[in-house]
């Protein structure tokens, strides 16, 4: 992977890229940058130095060099930087569009091109599954799957993946990931999930296809209900199940949810997503459900 060098004061310089206000960065800062013959984006690592660093090279380099399998809507880093000969984080290009949390919180968007958003996502789960079934490639996944690490770009309705630094790809160290915690769902099923008890890895769950098909549940479930459903404990789970049922929910689609607490293994319900109607996205919401419920 090449590098971009960069002395101090170029980097002084830099313009920070302006940020959706739903969109959450915890591991860097983004910058604009312009810088020879390159025009993108950098990510500044907040932690340069010892074993996470470590495997944060790695994944970049894992990343780069199977980018040819890659798919096409993987944004890949382009190179490392360095600043005064120390390497602090790693180029990307822009993507001109928005953070897909803030398109599903848009209330101005139909909402029957969230579902495309949404349904999308699954569309990408196949596309890896397919890669670790007919590639060398066998270890990839999102991992961190939720809102914000999607872009969507509305001229062409293009999804990209971003923050692909903290994907599971060949083998690299499990980063932590915002809906596989200690006080997730998921732990009502430990057995079925790979819980980490590595003490040296900071990572909850040691990612595959259960725990990305489970990431993309809790996504579109926080879209119906308009809150995350993460936390709930097995009882309100089964409780808002129940009542997705009385309004309709699509059988199948509602299958899926069951399964990401049930010992089976999940399965991917973008096929179902589009089953959705606007009448059954307004009565699931936390609001009207939580009215109902006090009838």
């Given at each position: 992977?090449?590098?971009?060098?960069?002395?101090?004061?170029?980097?002084?310089?830099?313009?920070?890229?302006?940020?959706?206000?739903?969109?959450?960065?915890?591991?860097?800062?983004?910058?604009?940058?312009?810088?020879?013959?390159?025009?993108?984006?950098?990510?500044?690592?907040?932690?340069?130095?010892?074993?996470?660093?470590?495997?944060?090279?790695?994944?970049?380099?894992?990343?780069?060099?199977?980018?040819?399998?890659?798919?096409?809507?993987?944004?890949?880093?382009?190179?490392?930087?360095?600043?005064?000969?120390?390497?602090?984080?790693?180029?990307?290009?822009?993507?001109?569009?928005?953070?897909?949390?803030?398109?599903?919180?848009?209330?101005?968007?139909?909402?029957?091109?969230?579902?495309?958003?949404?349904?999308?996502?699954?569309?990408?789960?196949?596309?890896?599954?397919s890669i670790r079934k007919n590639s060398e490639l066998k270890d990839l996944f999102i991992s961190d799957l939720?809102?914000?690490?999607?872009?969507?770009?509305?001229?062409?309705?293009?999804?990209?993946?971003?923050?692909?630094?903290?994907?599971?790809?060949?083998?690299?160290?499990?980063?932590?990931?915002?809906?596989?915690?200690?006080?997730?769902?998921?732990?009502?099923?430990?057995?079925?999930?790979?819980?980490?008890?590595?003490?040296?890895?900071?990572?909850?769950?040691?990612?595959?296809?259960?725990?990305?098909?489970?990431?993309?549940?809790?996504?579109?479930?926080?879209?119906?209900?308009?809150?995350?459903?993460?936390?709930?404990?097995?009882?309100?789970?089964?409780?808002?199940?129940?009542?997705?049922?009385?309004?309709?929910?699509?059988?199948?689609?509602?299958?899926?949810?069951?399964?990401?607490?049930?010992?089976?293994?999940?399965?991917?319900?973008?096929?179902?997503?589009?089953?959705?109607?606007?009448?059954?996205?307004?009565?699931?919401?936390?609001?009207?459900?939580?009215?109902?419920?006090?009838?």
């Open positions: 992977m090449k590098t971009i060098h960069l002395s101090k004061r170029k980097f002084k310089e830099l313009d920070l890229l302006e940020l959706d206000k739903d969109t959450i960065n915890t591991e860097g800062t983004i910058f604009e940058l312009d810088h020879n013959n390159y025009s993108g984006l950098l990510k500044k690592l907040y932690c340069t130095e010892g074993y996470s660093f470590g495997n944060k090279l790695y994944t970049l380099e894992m990343l780069d060099f199977y980018r040819d399998i890659l798919p096409n809507c993987f944004v890949i880093p382009d190179s490392l930087v360095s600043v005064a000969g120390e390497v602090v984080g790693f180029t990307f290009k822009k993507i001109n569009g928005y953070n897909l949390q803030t398109v599903l919180n848009n209330k101005g968007i139909d909402y029957k091109d969230k579902l495309y958003y949404l349904k999308s996502i699954g569309d990408v789960l196949d596309k890896l599954a939720q809102e914000c690490n999607f872009m969507v770009n509305p001229l062409n309705r293009d999804l990209y993946v971003i923050d692909l630094d903290s994907c599971k790809i060949a083998n690299n160290i499990a980063s932590p990931a915002r809906y596989l915690t200690p006080k997730s769902l998921l732990n009502n099923v430990k057995s079925k999930y790979n819980i980490n008890d590595d003490p040296n890895i900071s990572a909850h769950v040691i990612p595959d296809a259960n725990s990305d098909l489970y990431c993309y549940c809790i996504v579109v479930l926080k879209y119906l209900y308009g809150d995350s459903v993460n936390n709930m404990n097995l009882e309100e789970f089964y409780n808002y199940l129940n009542y997705l049922d009385h309004i309709g929910i699509n059988k199948e689609l509602l299958d899926g949810f069951y399964y990401i607490v049930s010992i089976r293994n999940n399965i991917n319900i973008s096929t179902y997503i589009e089953s959705l109607t606007s009448e059954n996205i307004v009565r699931s919401k936390k609001n009207v459900y939580s009215k109902v419920m006090k009838r």
